[in-house]
């Protein structure tokens, strides 16, 4: 270490000692005053000697200080979006007409070829019976499906 960083941190250990004794000093006199209000005697002299800690500390020095908080700008509202049915909409709707069980590709080739929906994937299928197993798993009997039979599902009634 060079000898400026040296002095520097002593003289900070010297004006954090001389601090701390006199914040020290402040509350022994504070104590001194409040336990003689406490035993009923007047306390000696106008404070006894007690400063408010505030006035015996140094002021730090002012710097710009923390930015008053921004209010939040309201946010406007889109109008609501009719929402594009999904593949779970239209396999109920599927269902409902049909009336019987049927297995996810039965499913998926009914809403295809009606043109109601459209997709690249490889596997709607797959994903449609990825979708109606993890609804019946999370929801439980609120689900709107029923597995009827082996990778045939129905609706719930």
């Known amino acids: 270490m060079s000898k400026s960083k040296t002095s520097r941190k002593k003289v900070a250990k010297k004006s954090s000692e001389a601090l701390t004794k006199q914040a020290l000093a402040v509350t022994e006199a504070n104590l001194a005053r ?47 979006k009719a929402r594009k049915p999904s593949l779970m909409d239209h396999a109920i709707a599927v269902l409902k007409k049909h009336g019987k069980p049927m297995n996810c590709k039965e499913i998926v080739d009914v809403v295809l070829k009606a043109g109601e929906w459209k997709t690249d ?37």
């Open 34 to 80: 409040i336990e003689a209000t406490e035993n009923g005697q007047p306390p000696e002299g106008p404070t006894d000697g007690a400063v408010p800690v505030d006035a015996a500390m140094p002021k730090p020095k002012k710097g710009k200080g923390a930015k008053p908080a921004k209010q939040p700008k309201p946010k406007k509202r889109k109008p609501a």
């Open 121 to 157: 994937g490889k596997t709607p299928s797959a994903t449609l019976y990825s979708a109606i197993i993890r609804e019946i798993a999370t929801k439980k009997k609120e689900s709107r499906f029923v597995k009827a039979e082996r990778g045939k599902f129905e609706l719930a009634k």
